[in-house]
Each structure stands twice: as C-alpha cells, then as structure tokens.
C-alpha cells in the first residue's frame, strides 16, 4: 500500500509542501525566540538545520523522483543553503530500490515497437545500477556486442510532473513569506530546476552530450567516452557501449594494473581545465561512479545527463572581472557579475563595491594578520549579512561548475596525494587571463595596458581644468583623489619625457651614423630635455609620496 502511494498526486504534493511548511515555521519560530546569538545559539541553530536536512533526506530515498535530483541540485546552492544542510545533502545517495524488470521491459518494449527478445540476445535482469531516473541492465545484442541498456523508472516522468506542481507550491511558499523572495529571483530558480532535471529525463539529450564530449575529448588519447546505439536508444532507453574497468578511485585496481597515479591525475587534471575553463559545455556530475579506468590506464567518462555550458560571453566576463580587480576599477567588476547574472536587478551595487573593495585591500595590504580577533569578527559578521541580505544569485551552471570542480578536486587528491595544483595551475591560468583556446580577441594585458594609457591621455586637460578653477578645487572632498591626479600627473610627464630621450636617441643615430640630419643640436637638445624631464618628473613624484606617508604618520 505505501510503494502505492507515492504515485498518488495528492499523497505526494501533501508530503512535501507540508514538510517545508514546518521547515519554514521552524525557523520562523527559532528566530523568533532566540534573540541573542551566542555559541550556544549558534550550535542550537546548527543542530536543527542537520536535524531537517536529514529528514529531507529519509523523504527523498522514500519518495524517490524530484526529491533526489533536487536534493543534488540544492548541493551545489551555496549561495542559498547554510553549509550544515548542505553537508547532509551531499550524502544523499542517488541509489533507490530498483522497480521490478518486468516494467523495464514493458518500456523497452514500447519504444522498441516488439518484444525484447527481437533485440537483446540476453540480458541479465538485477540491474548493475539503480537510481532516481533509471536502471541500468547488462545485456548482448543480437550483433554479439555487450551492452548497457539505461531503461527509464517506471512512471518516473508522472512522478516528476507531481513533483514539479509541489515545488512551484513551495517556491510560491518562499517567496511571499520568506526573505528569499527578496534575496533569490526564485521563479527563475524554479524554471532552472524544471529545465536541468527535465533534460535528464530525455535520454536522447544524454547521447547527443556524449556524442558531443565523444568528438570533443579527442585529442586526449588516454580518455574515451562510449559509443551509443543509435539504433535502439529512445527517450526512455539508452544503449551504449558495455565497459569494463573500476571506478577512478579503485586504488587495488590501479595497483593491480600498476597504473601510474600521477599520469592518471595529470590525464584528468587536463580533461578538467578543457571543460571547466574554457568556452562550451562540461560535465556537472564526475563523481567517481561516472569515471572509469580500464586496465590499460585510460580514463572513461560516462553519464552526460546533467552538463553546464560556458558561453564564450561568460568567460569574456570572468576576464573583466579580474580586469576590474587589477586596475582598481570595481565598476568593471560589478559589470561583469551583472552581464553573469550574479547580481539581481535590486542589488545595491554601492555596497557590494565596497565590499568587493574592503576585502580587496586587506588582501593585497596584507593587514589580516594584523586584525584583532574582534575586527576580524566583525568583518567577516559584515560580510556574510551582506550576503544574506543582498540579492545575489548563483547562475545554475555557475552553481554546477563549482560543485563539478569541489567533486574533481576531491577525485584528484584521492588518486594522487602529492598533486600539486597550484603548480600544475600556473601555465594554464596564464593561457587563459590571454585569451587561451577560446581564440578570443579579449586579453587582460591588453585591455590593462589600454585603461591604464587611457587617464593618462586625458590628463593635461583635466590638470588645467583643476588648476584654473578653484570651485573644481573645493568640489574634490578627499585628498586621495587630488593625490591620484598627481600620480597620474607625474606619470604622464615621466612618460612624455622617454618620448622625448626616445626621440633623441633615434635624431642622433640618423646625425651620427646615418646622415640625414643636419645638425647633432637636434637629437641633443631632445634628448637632454627628456632626460632633465625624466629626473625632475622622478624627484618630485618622490617627494610627493614622501610628504604623503609623513603627513597619514602624523594624523
């Protein structure tokens, strides 16, 4: 009778919406109570989120369908979920009793338009895996090939369907009652959910994904993706390829087989930045299950189901984020989390600037060690209401890069301790601040190199315009921008002056050695008043900096 329930529309919408209204009504009635936030309230709160976490988790084996898929999906949310709740989740196995093969076959049947036996010489019925979409079953085709057949769950896109009506309930729930309807664009979330697990249920967008990884790992010889039947693969049944080998984390196997274990991290480690860095799709779920190894080392990749994409105006963005970091220009950065969709329409972008800022310069100045334990408390209290309080939002595939690279990384350290990631990371950083494979005409060093010029070209009309006019003076609040200016002052002139040396030198060399030049006073006078320019734009930019430090001395 129970197994019976979970397909009644009614008994499932009920279960979960009424579980997130106590959830919800629970947390109301904590921060209601608990005005004071100690340790002790801060373990108490700890301890409730693990206490609903878990009970989410014991619904989701239960239930089985959304629950599981969108228990993963809330793993890779940090930006929505405390890390307490999502720890739990991260233990939710997508293993789930399998259903009788008798329906399996029944769906087999239906989209092969015969009985399985026209098609499948044999086929063993325990399946080698179960989860919350599918069964995989281990079968010979009438060609004499070994395959995997990924059949679909009995009425698991009812199920879903059923799931999906509540979660809109619920989503509903949150954002009329709840700050996350302030903070999450949550109609979106909702829409970001139904597209990623509606595309898992279409067995023949995982093909087309294989395919697609198929053509594109080629240049990796140690790397292989199975071929698909396309034949026999529906929406509901995949055939691929049968393998055979052990999971990437089977130390025994790689022992037995003594496969080099930095050869093999390094092979991954490629196959990670080839994805993960660069323009096009990924795959958002390499946990070791999805991740092969065959005797003769190489590495197998399975499972396109779940994939993110990096669009090459995404990556272009990364870049003029980290080019706003370097320049100082935090304007470029808050522009590239708007054009990524980090930012909502109704984020206060002052704020975020400073404390983009405020976080920045104690970096780079190095002042952390210097802060006292009750500064640094408040900064770090500081910093996580604003990220409570602001409205940012995880893009969805941003959200499964990070959970694919936190998964990799773990993989990597397991099959290969002594990795050492920030050196294998150099190079490859550096190709991709450049521009890297995306053939993109965007380099950092190109555009740093041309906002850098570009205040100095413009800087003998705003210094006149400052000198000239004493209520532009008084309109200047702080010295640290009249300051700036001089900075750029000295700069400027220090630059007009290699011109000049620069012009010099090359008069000389066309009066000296080549003689096209009339007279040696030319090159000379140029390159003398270059270099008196040079020395005096330097003593006075030192002096300047001198009289700065001593005067914030002596505040």
């Known amino acids: 009778m129970k197994e019976r329930l979970k397909y009644i529309s009614f008994y499932r919408i009920t279960v979960i919406v009424w579980m997130s209204i106590r959830f919800l009504v629970q947390i109301f009635w904590f921060q209601k109570t608990h005005r004071v936030w100690d340790q002790e309230t801060q373990r108490k709160w700890e301890a409730m989120l693990e206490k609903q976490a878990g009970e989410y988790r014991r619904k989701a084996i239960k239930l089985g369908g959304l629950l599981i898929k969108f228990g993963q999906f809330l793993s890779s949310r940090g930006d929505l979920l405390p890390p307490s709740f999502i720890k739990e989740l991260e233990g939710l196995v997508d293993r789930v009793k399998p259903v009788p093969f008798e329906k399996s076959k029944e769906t087999m049947e239906e989209d092969w338009q015969g009985p399985i036996e026209d098609f499948v010489a044999s086929i063993d019925e325990k399946p080698v895996a179960s989860a919350s979409i599918g069964e995989v079953y281990k079968a ?44 999450a664009d949550l ?21 087309k994904n294989g395919n697609h990884f198929k053509k594109r790992f080629e240049e990796f010889p140690n790397v292989y993706v199975p071929e698909y039947n396309t034949d026999l693969s ?22 037995k087989h003594q496969i080099k274990r930095e050869v093999i991290a390094k092979t991954l480690f490629d196959l990670c930045v080839e994805q993960f860095l660069y323009t096009g799709m990924f795959h958002s779920d390499p946990h070791p299950g999805n991740l092969m190894l065959k005797p003769d080392g190489t590495i197998v990749v ?7 994409e990096i669009k090459k105006e995404d990556a272009n963005s990364i870049r003029t984020m980290i080019q706003g970091f370097i320049l100082d220009d935090y304007d470029l950065v808050i522009q590239a989390l708007q054009e990524m969709e980090f930012l909502l329409p109704d984020a206060n972008t002052e704020q975020v600037k400073k404390i983009l800022k405020q976080t920045t310069d104690m970096y780079l100045e190095g002042n952390f060690d210097k802060l006292d334990a009750n500064t640094m408390n408040e900064t770090l209290e500081e910093i996580q209401q604003f990220i409570n309080d602001q409205p940012i939002q995880l893009p969805a595939d941003y959200a499964f890069l990070g959970r694919a690279t936190s998964i990799i990384v773990g993989v990597l350290s397991t099959v290969y301790p002594q990795i050492d990631l920030i050196d294998w990371g150099k190079p490859v950083i550096k190709e991709w601040i450049s521009g890297g494979k995306d053939n993109s005409s965007f380099s950092i060093y190109k555009e740093v ?23 532009k003076e008084r309109e200047w609040k702080s010295d640290k921008q009249r ?12 630059f007009v002056s290699l011109l000049f040396m620069a012009s010099g030198s090359a008069a000389l060399y066309w009066t000296l050695v080549v003689p096209v030049l009339p007279a040696v006073w030319i090159g000379s006078g140029l390159l003398t008043a270059g270099t008196i320019g040079l020395v005096i734009s330097f003593i006075k930019h030192w002096n300047m900096i001198r009289k700065i430090h001593y005067n914030r001395r002596n505040e």
């Open 140 to 183: 010979t085709l009438k060609n004499g090939t070994t395959a995997a057949i990924k059949v679909q769950r009995y009425r698991v896109k009812e199920i879903f369907g059923m799931d999906f009506k509540a979660l809109r309930i619920v989503f509903w729930l949150l954002d009329r009652f709840t700050k996350y309807g302030r903070k």
């Open 187 to 207: 109609p979106a979330l909702y829409r970001e959910v139904v597209r990623v697990i509606s595309n898992e249920l279409d067995f023949t967008m995982e093909m």
């Open 234 to 255: 529906t929406k509901r049944v995949l055939v691929m390829e049968w393998i055979e080998g052990a999971k990437i984390t089977d130390l025994a196997f790689i022992r």
């Open 302 to 308: 399975i499972d396109f189901g779940m994939v993110g």
């Open 449 to 471: 190199a041309k906002e850098s010029a570009r205040p100095l070209l413009s800087l003998p009309r705003a210094l006149v315009e400052y000198l000239e006019d004493g209520d």
């Open 483 to 494: 300051h700036h200016l001089f900075h750029q002052f000295y700069l400027f002139y220090a």
